[in-house]
């Protein structure tokens, strides 16, 4: 699977259980810009 397709199931999965980036970011111990990041097909890492 490589990073947009990821981020695209990262953003549903999201999206299904009613949580904003922020409060994804939160529960992950991560920031806001990284899930962001991360759904629109960025690195991982």
Do not use: C, F, P, Y
């Amino acid at each position: 699977m490589n990073n947009e397709a990821t981020g695209a199931l990262i953003r549903e999965l999201r999206k299904e259980k009613g949580l904003t980036q922020k409060e994804l970011a939160q529960r992950l111990h991560v920031t806001d810009r990284a899930v962001s990041k991360w759904e629109r097909g960025g690195s991982l890492r």
